[in-house]
């Protein structure tokens, strides 16, 4: 049943993206497949890990348990005896996966744990009873199923809640539980040496919408696409890197990742997470199949930024789309995006990601997008970004600082920093050393892109590694913006001091 869910959801996600002509068919097949199946899954246990429970041992005195790595649910076997091997009340792997009782004679009490149900209504429960063998003696052989809602008296299933003796292999149910929490109570014994009691499929579900607090949903300008690694480095990954723009704490089990064809339709819809968590005010989330393959290229401050998402969306090499949406599959970000749009002076923009330069302009207008600086190496997952700009001023400003330098390691005014504060980013810079009489002595930077704001610092050395004569010299920076505009600024100062 949980394949025909997921074929459900993603029919719902597809219905979304076709033209009208073929949604009454689509519609048709969902109203098949939806006869007779599950809406939402709550919480299950399908017993995957075998030998988890408690069980003898042939020396008829020993017991063995093993509860490690289960967090979904608990055994009491108090009241159990286990005099052989083969007594137990543990998983096995029968079938896929299965919780037993055999010969345990006594009371074993498998519980839940707590299940959070207060954001649904009209609750689900339901688990298949089995049992093998000829006992049929009502209190050495049964599975009773109960639920229990907070802090009430537990109370049997609806239907089939109640297994006594012979009764070969019942689904039992539980409709219409409402509360803040749940658990599941199965009392189990089988007091026969070959008769067993099982246990599986358990499934708490539900049909209804979710109660969602609305504060907690994105909408749009919200949360935004920040950067975009399409073209990864052998061995790397693709990753869409989001922030959340917003005051408020975002659920991301509301949103989802997407692509377009060639016809600007929606086509691969990814859910980011099925998990309740929430996406903090004012922070980054980088999304990839596996973190790992991507910082082992890159730095970054916040590792805890990163999640891994199945199946992310293929996003092509030299071109496509990164579209952000919630359930309503509403667009809440969307940007476009091709290798061209990387500097061409990149020798190969492989590695290379796309950052988004402003969150005030749309992300689908490509000026609002450029390669990330080779000094951040290339791509900032996690972090600001090394183009993002800042607040637009009315003028592009070069400072340098100290006027005098006197680079001979003692500490004091050994290099020289040059800032810059444009108008806008992204232009290719040149910066030059001359010295009093116009003779160049170091090309400090060669067609590097610019930020909004940054800084270059020169420790007094010749290109050649030598070092620079005492005396004044000139920074010329000239900037040049993608239409061939070109600005230049001239600042100058002096080497003192004896040079070491």
Same mark, same amino acid.
């Given at each position: 049943?949980?394949?025909?869910?997921?074929?459900?959801?993603?029919?719902?996600?597809?219905?979304?993206?076709?033209?009208?002509?073929?949604?009454?068919?689509?519609?048709?097949?969902?109203?098949?497949?939806?006869?007779?199946?599950?809406?939402?899954?709550?919480?299950?246990?399908?017993?995957?890990?075998?030998?988890?429970? &408690?069980?003898?041992?042939?020396?008829?005195?020993?017991?063995?348990?093993?509860?490690?790595?289960?967090?979904?649910?608990?055994? #009491?076997?108090?009241?159990?005896?286990?005099?052989?091997?083969?007594?137990?009340?543990?998983?096995?792997?029968?079938?896929?996966?299965?919780?037993?009782?055999?010969?345990?004679?006594?009371?074993?009490?498998?519980?839940?744990?707590?299940?959070?149900?207060?954001?649904?209504?009209?609750?689900?429960?339901?688990?298949?009873?089995?049992?093998?063998?000829?006992?049929?003696?009502?209190?050495?052989?049964?599975?009773?199923?109960?639920?229990?809602?907070?802090?009430?008296?537990?109370?049997?299933?609806?239907?089939?809640?109640?297994?006594?003796?012979?009764?070969?292999?019942?689904?039992?149910?539980?409709?219409?539980?409402?509360?803040?929490?749940?658990?599941?109570? &199965?009392?189990?014994?089988?007091?026969?040496?070959?008769?067993?009691?099982?246990?599986?499929?358990?499934?708490?579900?539900?049909?209804?919408?979710?109660?969602?607090?609305?504060?907690?949903?994105?909408?749009?300008?919200?949360?935004?696409?920040?950067?975009?690694?399409?073209?990864?480095?052998?061995?790397?990954?693709?990753?869409?890197?989001?922030? #959340?723009?917003?005051?408020?704490?975002?659920?991301?089990?509301?949103?989802?990742?997407?692509?377009?064809?060639?016809?600007?339709?929606?086509?691969?819809?990814?859910?980011?997470?099925? #998990?309740?968590?929430?996406?903090?005010?004012?922070?980054?989330?980088?999304?990839?199949?596996?973190?790992?393959?991507?910082?082992?290229?890159?730095?970054?401050?916040?590792?805890?930024?990163?999640?891994?998402?199945?199946?992310?969306?293929?996003?092509?090499?030299?071109?496509?789309?990164?579209?952000?949406?919630?359930?309503?599959?509403?667009?809440?970000?969307?940007?476009?995006?091709?290798?061209?749009?990387?500097?061409?002076?990149?020798?190969?923009?492989?590695?290379?990601?796309?950052?988004?330069?402003?969150?005030?302009?749309?992300?689908?207008?490509?000026?609002?997008?450029?390669?990330?600086?080779?000094?951040?190496?290339?791509?900032?997952?996690?972090?600001?970004?090394?183009?993002?700009?800042?607040?637009?001023?009315?003028?592009?400003?070069?400072?340098?600082?100290?006027?005098?330098?006197?680079?001979?390691?003692?500490?004091?005014?050994?290099?020289?920093?040059?800032?810059?504060?444009?108008?806008?980013?992204?232009?290719?810079?040149?910066?030059?050393?001359?010295?009093?009489?116009?003779?160049?002595?170091?090309?400090?930077?060669?067609?590097?892109?610019?930020?909004?704001?940054?800084?270059?610092?020169?420790?007094?050395?010749?290109?050649?590694?030598?070092?620079?004569?005492?005396?004044?010299?000139?920074?010329?920076?000239?900037?040049?913006?993608?239409?061939?505009?070109?600005?230049?600024?001239?600042?100058?100062?002096?080497?003192?001091?004896?040079?070491?």
């Amino acid at each position: 049943m949980k394949h025909k869910v997921r074929k459900i959801s993603s029919l719902l996600l597809i219905f979304h993206t076709m033209r009208p002509l073929n949604r009454f068919f689509l519609f048709l097949l969902f109203i098949f497949l939806t006869i007779n199946t599950f809406g939402k899954i709550i919480w299950e246990e399908k017993f995957a890990v075998p030998e988890k429970g &408690v069980w003898g041992d042939s020396d008829g005195q020993s017991v063995h348990i093993d509860l490690s790595t289960i967090e979904q649910w608990s055994i #009491n076997y108090d009241s159990c005896h286990f005099a052989e091997a083969d007594d137990y009340v543990k998983t096995v792997s029968t079938s896929g996966g299965r919780f037993e009782a055999r010969d345990c004679d006594g009371d074993a009490i498998w519980s839940s744990r707590w299940i959070d149900i207060r954001r649904y209504q009209q609750v689900n429960c339901e688990l298949t009873a089995r049992e093998t063998g000829s006992g049929t003696k009502p209190e050495k052989k049964y599975l009773k199923a109960y639920f229990q809602v907070g802090n009430q008296e537990p109370k049997p299933f609806e239907s089939n809640g109640i297994n006594e003796g012979n009764w070969s292999v019942v689904t039992a149910s539980q409709p219409k539980v409402n509360g803040d929490s749940l658990r599941i109570v &199965v009392h189990m014994n089988s007091s026969y040496a070959n008769d067993k009691v099982i246990l599986d499929d358990i499934r708490v579900w539900t049909d209804q919408p979710e109660i969602v607090d609305k504060s907690q949903l994105a909408e749009v300008g919200d949360v935004l696409i920040n950067e975009v690694l399409f073209d990864p480095y052998p061995g790397g990954t693709d990753f869409v890197e989001l922030y #959340n723009r917003s005051e408020k704490s975002i659920r991301l089990d509301h949103l989802h990742l997407a692509n377009r064809d060639e016809n600007a339709d929606l086509k691969t819809i990814v859910p980011i997470t099925s #998990n309740e968590l929430l996406f903090k005010p004012k922070s980054y989330l980088v999304l990839c199949e596996d973190a790992e393959k991507v910082l082992v290229f890159y730095d970054t401050s916040c590792p805890d930024c990163f999640m891994d998402v199945d199946d992310l969306p293929a996003y092509n090499n030299n071109s496509g789309d990164v579209v952000l949406l919630d359930d309503s599959m509403d667009v809440i970000d969307e940007m476009r995006y091709s290798s061209k749009m990387h500097d061409p002076l990149l020798v190969d923009d492989e590695g290379v990601s796309l950052e988004r330069i402003s969150f005030n302009d749309p992300a689908l207008d490509p000026a609002n997008w450029a390669s990330a600086r080779g000094s951040a190496h290339f791509a900032t997952p996690g972090d600001q970004n090394s183009m993002a700009g800042t607040k637009v001023q009315e003028y592009n400003m070069v400072t340098i600082a100290p006027k005098s330098i006197s680079p001979n390691g003692d500490g004091y005014h050994d290099y020289l920093s040059i800032s810059y504060q444009f108008t806008k980013p992204n232009y290719v810079a040149n910066l030059k050393i001359f010295d009093a009489h116009g003779a160049p002595v170091c090309d400090l930077v060669k067609n590097e892109r610019t930020g909004t704001t940054g800084e270059w610092i020169w420790t007094g050395k010749q290109s050649n590694g030598q070092r620079c004569r005492l005396g004044m010299y000139i920074v010329m920076l000239e900037i040049r913006d993608d239409q061939g505009n070109t600005k230049r600024f001239k600042k100058a100062f002096s080497v003192t001091d004896r040079l070491q």
